[in-house]
């Protein structure tokens, strides 16, 4: 492995735009760096293998063991695969029916694996780049990625993207109806909780980066990402971590319980202080913090699963969130490949029992969710990772541009309530690309 300190000072907008017209860049872009949270953010493009399709973990396991090395130094990723896991690669792991549409029809796993990087440290806005001799030898790899950063491409040729009229997959209607066969089937014990989510779609015209760079400003977060998989492509602003693999200490920060943030700081502590004093919020997250426990305690070392920052908050551009952190130790023997097939998807974005609220979801929600839920992030040759949940999440392919919203359903849920906060955090999505677009 080769690390070169490109000198000068470097922002991610200036690395997207240099990125933009290169086989398949990413960006997987710690935009706000919550409480010690995205102190990094990595960029890259060219990747000299694909895993996607058919292929499950296992094959992206096989694919990247040749490459297999030892961690190195303080940068975290310094090379491996970066891609998503669709939500409905969970039907993989689990035997769940097929009732929702798939209109999107993308696969459920699409990773490029990458040996040239650049690692953006936020703090210092130093850019190291990486190369480790896989495809091409280190000094190639090096020299031709410092010579992608170092060409400007005018932001200026980019034109106003235009949108047609936003189509819901059902109606408000239809979404408080689906509420209250949730509570229904919790009245029932089928469930104790169950995300429910609706979807907004229109056809779209624009530079995907473009909508990327302008999302990532109005609507920061710790876990975003941007991944053009060829025919498709996908953007987040995520503020929840999925699993961050680091040796054999993992970590996981489920969110359940949301409110919009106020106008000024007295109301903004006025609503916190509402979240943080509904019992309904506490027993929701604790509820998906068991459910967590228990998926790493499948993989983890005994005794070793640790709940941490119990109902913590967490502030973004228009809402705010209740968190945890759950921490465990990998067992002998274990890889990340396994902590994903043990986590995946994410109690927080399922509900519990998951199996249980997973089939709830596929006779509810009308379409299939694709990565909307799923995880997007990176594992490295080293055997580290760190993976989002791809909530603020939007898909654009064949024209379409779509975004996904959820809520938390328990028994004494107010589905009135429940769409409100759908409508809540996707506030910032909306507002942004009302902003940016021209009426077609």
């Not at 379409?400 to 809520?407: C, F, H, K, N």
Request: net charge negative; aromatic share 8%.
């Amino acid at each position: 492995m080769q690390v070169r300190l490109l000198e000068g000072r470097w922002t991610a907008e200036d690395l997207l735009l240099r990125l933009e017209g290169e086989e398949r860049p990413f960006a997987l872009d710690s935009a706000q760096t919550n409480d010690g949270l995205g102190k990094w953010s990595f960029f890259g493009a060219n990747p000299f293998e694909l895993v996607m399709g058919d292929a499950d973990l296992a094959a992206l396991r096989a694919a990247m063991q040749p490459y297999a090395r030892q961690a190195s130094g303080e940068i975290p990723f310094t090379g491996g695969a970066v891609g998503y896991l669709a939500y409905d690669y969970g039907r993989r792991l689990e035997c769940i029916p097929e009732q929702a549409v798939d209109d999107r029809a993308i696969p459920d796993l699409c990773f490029g694996l990458y040996d040239g990087i650049a690692a953006l440290e936020h703090q210092t806005g130093k850019l190291y780049l990486i190369a480790l001799g896989i495809r091409a030898p280190e000094e190639s790899v090096l020299c031709e990625l410092e010579a992608i950063l170092r060409t400007a491409r005018p932001e200026a040729a980019w034109k106003p993207p235009t949108r047609e009229p936003w189509d819901w997959n059902g109606t408000e209607a239809d979404f408080m109806r689906s509420v209250q066969r949730i509570k229904d089937y919790i009245a029932s014990g089928d469930a104790y909780q169950v995300n429910l989510s609706r979807r907004a779609r229109c056809r779209y015209e624009g530079a995907p980066m473009q909508l990327y760079r302008a999302l990532r400003r109005g609507n920061p977060a710790p876990y975003g990402a941007y991944l053009d998989c060829g025919d498709w492509q996908l953007i987040s602003t995520s503020p929840e971590q999925f699993l961050r693999k680091s040796g054999r200490e993992l970590c996981t920060r489920p969110i359940k319980g949301t409110r919009p943030r106020g106008v000024c700081s007295k109301e903004d502590a006025v609503l916190a202080a509402d979240l943080k004093g509904s019992e309904k919020e506490r027993a929701e997250l604790l509820m998906i913090v068991d459910l967590v426990r228990n998926d790493l305690g499948r993989v983890a070392e005994y005794g070793s699963v640790k709940v941490e920052q119990l109902y913590h908050l967490e502030y973004y551009a228009r809402v705010m969130h209740q968190t945890a952190q759950v921490r465990a130790r990998l067992a002998e023997g274990g890889d990340v490949f396994d902590c994903v097939e043990a986590l995946f998807p994410g109690g927080s974005v399922t509900g519990a029992p998951k199996i249980r609220a997973m089939e709830i979801i596929e006779e509810l929600e009308p379409t299939r969710r694709g990565v909307y839920c799923g995880s997007m992030g990176y594992i490295g040759f080293d055997g580290e990772a760190e993976l989002n949940i791809a909530i603020r999440s939007l898909h654009l392919k064949d024209g379409w541009l779509d975004y996904q919203l959820g809520s938390g359903i328990v028994w004494d849920s107010d589905p009135q309530v429940e769409l409100q906060e759908t409508m809540d955090k996707g506030r910032a999505i909306h507002e942004t690309i009302e902003a940016l677009c021209q009426p077609s």
